[in-house]
């Protein structure tokens, strides 16, 4: 009984490789009527084998299972060995030809695959499904937007500015033996401030400056510029206003709501500092990497809305609304990126010296720095009336984050890769004037 079965076996695999064999060469009905046959044959035979091997002594379930094993051995090879050969024949090793030959060779197949293609590509090109996509792709995009830059390893570790710490003093800090008066009272005696009718006509955080001090003002940041363009800078005036995905660019929505004034109806942000614009001008450009570093320098005014602990000063002009700015960014390869960092706030530096006016440079901790930025620099100067340093200047690299946004990459002989963007404050007016209300030891 077992060895009927076996026959059985044997006879379908035969039968199945010759199906294999003809598998091209013979029309559709008898190659599935020979396939199915072979099949059959096999399949019942193997149930005949295990009913029989239940029945069957030890001695001669070992023969069954060597039958079986054997059998199954010759078919694969056989049919492997037969299908390879004639594949190879017929398609020269063409994958894609190969599965053109089954799905033509097979109607039900290619019937299948054409209605369930048609199916997937309504499903995706349906208005529900773009709908959707957008709708995930924003989300995605809003949440990663949120993700803080890595501080670079040097940066020290704080809750916020109480844990800056001073790197180096350019200077000696000098205090007068006489009282100073306050800068505000200083300028209305030289007729050059006018915060009262600036109150009547665009509110707090304004002003006029008027005769010698606004003069003073524009002489400044005319100094400011022509220092920078002999560092080899080139001078830039940008536009005053930006799109948001500018603006969502180069700062954190949480930056953007502290800083940025919205123009009501309009898909455009009045700057806070002209790095926003500056930076955006390289929006989805490759830059080639023989050009690298760009080194610009940019004038323009500033607005800011000034919310936090910080405020709006109520009678001078250190922290107002509107200001302006000689600023400096360059655009460079990642490993330049922290020697330019040391150049810029240097050049800072240099400049206030160049004034007599004493600095310091305070490395800014971790918790004192904005979401994109790597490592960053505030320099101060003296005031000598409040016995203490005040910021006139933020170095910052923020490494790829900015570029990364907007997509400002560089192209070189190894292909395309991210540029580093770094930007610093040259000169702040009219905080800058405060410079001048204040005696320095030369003036002693």
């Not at 060895?3 to 695999?13: D, N, P, R, T």
């Not at 599935?32 to 029989?52: E, H, N, P, T, Y």
């Not at 997509?407 to 963007?421: M, Q």
Request: with cysteine; proline share 3%; aromatic share 10%.
């Amino acid at each position: 009984m077992i060895v009927k079965g076996a026959i059985f076996v044997l006879i379908g695999i035969i039968v199945g490789v010759v199906g294999t064999i003809l598998f091209f060469r013979m029309d559709k009905q008898w190659k599935q009527i020979l396939v199915f046959a072979g099949s059959a044959l096999s399949v019942g035979g193997a149930g005949r084998v295990v009913i029989d091997y239940l029945e069957v002594s030890k001695e001669e379930k070992a023969t069954v299972i060597l039958i079986l094993v054997i059998g199954f051995m010759i078919s694969v090879f056989f049919s492997f060995f037969l299908l390879t050969r004639l594949l190879k024949e017929q398609t020269g090793n063409n994958v894609i030809r190969v599965l053109d030959i089954f799905l033509s060779y097979d109607g039900f197949l290619r019937d299948y695959y054409e209605s369930r293609k048609k199916e997937i590509d309504k499903l995706i090109d349906s208005e529900e499904i773009k709908k959707k996509e957008e709708e995930l792709s924003a989300q995605l995009k809003e949440k990663m937007m949120v993700i803080p830059n890595i501080i670079d390893k040097s940066v020290p570790i704080g809750k916020d500015d109480t844990f800056n710490v001073e790197n180096k003093r350019y200077g000696e800090p000098f205090v007068p033996e006489y009282e100073i008066p306050y800068h505000a009272d200083i300028i209305a005696k030289l007729n050059g401030l006018d915060k009262e009718s600036a109150g009547r006509t665009s509110g707090n955080g304004f002003y006029y400056l008027l005769g010698d001090v606004a003069r003073l003002h524009s002489a400044m940041l005319s100094y400011a510029r022509d220092f920078m363009i002999n560092k080899g800078f080139t001078y830039c005036v940008p536009p005053f206003m930006i799109h948001s995905d500018v603006v969502n660019g180069v700062m954190s929505f949480e930056e953007m709501g502290a800083m940025m004034y919205k123009i009501e109806g309009e898909d455009l942000y009045l700057i806070g500092t002209s790095e926003h614009s500056m930076i955006g001008r390289f929006k989805d450009q490759i830059i080639p990497e023989k050009t690298l570093p760009l080194c610009l320098t940019s004038y323009s005014p500033c607005f800011r809305k000034e919310v936090g602990a910080h405020g709006i000063e109520e009678r001078g002009i250190y922290r107002v609304h509107q200001f302006e700015k000689q600023e400096m960014v360059v655009l460079c390869k990642a490993e330049e990126s922290m020697e330019w960092y040391e150049k810029m706030y240097n050049f800072t530096v240099e400049f206030f010296r160049s004034m007599d006016v004493p600095v310091r440079t305070l490395e800014c901790c971790s918790g004192d720095l904005a979401d994109l930025k790597v490592k960053s620099c505030d320099v101060e100067a003296w005031s000598p009336r409040q016995k203490k340093y005040f910021e006139v200047g933020s170095c910052s690299t923020l490494g790829d984050a900015q570029a990364r946004r907007l997509s400002i990459r560089a192209k070189g002989s190894e292909g395309t890769y991210l540029v580093h963007t770094l930007n610093n404050t040259v000169l702040a007016t009219p905080r800058g004037c405060l410079l001048y209300t204040s005696p320095s030891p030369r003036d002693a």
